[in-house]
């Protein structure tokens, strides 16, 4: 995309393939025409094996939506029908997306051109022990916070101001965006029913405790 930017300002599209790209018929036939026409039988299996994923995903997202304002918190969400693939993806979209692409630790958002993001959907409680996807077991980290969180080096207080550890200070370090994130409040969604579930945040710095108290 970013090289077709240097050669392209814009394109028209044909108005009677505008009129059968508003149809979901017309859609589904227009696509049926393209993988046929310009892909292999392999490669027309791989994208829809994905376009699957990609429909599962934005549903899975729903759910989520809907059960964090329907479910109490504490209550583990995780519909069993979805696949790995359309699990993972759905609940990334649903983090990045209430976090506005922005760490909830330090604050850093940037968004490619392409779409691509700097921040990462991380569970609080983690997946292998909650197996857990609720929108309030979630928060939105940059690769190092998401790290640092992971390690027990950073987490959250009760009153969601970020909290870390003084390893991280230590002399052999070089952190101070890091360390610049201490004590302040974290960036939580605007719907404050989605902000993380305090236990959840309890339980996190009782299995990092040692880090915490270091």
Not at 30 to 35: H, V
Request: net charge neutral; charged share 25%.
């Amino acid at each position: 995309m970013t090289q077709l930017r240097n050669f392209a300002l814009g394109a028209e599209i044909d108005e009677e393939l505008y009129l059968h790209m508003t149809n979901p018929d017309g859609r589904k036939a227009l696509g049926a025409a393209l993988l046929q026409s310009c892909f292999s039988e392999a490669g027309q299996k791989a994208l829809r094996e994905q376009s699957g994923i990609h429909g599962e995903a934005f549903q899975y997202s729903l759910v989520l939506e809907s059960a964090a304002h329907t479910q109490k918190a504490g209550e583990a969400i995780f519909p069993e029908k979805y696949k790995a693939a359309a699990r993972n993806q759905g609940f990334r979209r649903s983090i990045v997306s209430h976090y506005d692409h922005r760490c909830a630790f330090c604050r850093t958002r940037i968004v490619t051109s392409e779409g691509h993001t700097a921040v990462d959907a991380a569970h609080i409680v983690p997946w292998s022990i909650s197996k857990n996807d609720d929108i309030r077991n979630g928060m939105a980290l940059c690769k190092l916070c998401h790290w640092g969180f992971d390690e027990g080096l950073m987490g959250v207080s009760d009153n969601y101001a970020v909290i870390v550890s003084k390893q991280v200070a230590q002399k052999h370090n070089s952190a101070d965006a890091v360390l610049d994130c201490a004590n302040k409040k974290m960036h939580g969604p605007d719907d404050k029913e989605l902000w993380p579930y305090r236990p959840y945040l309890a339980s996190h710095r009782d299995r990092h405790r040692e880090k915490f108290r270091a």
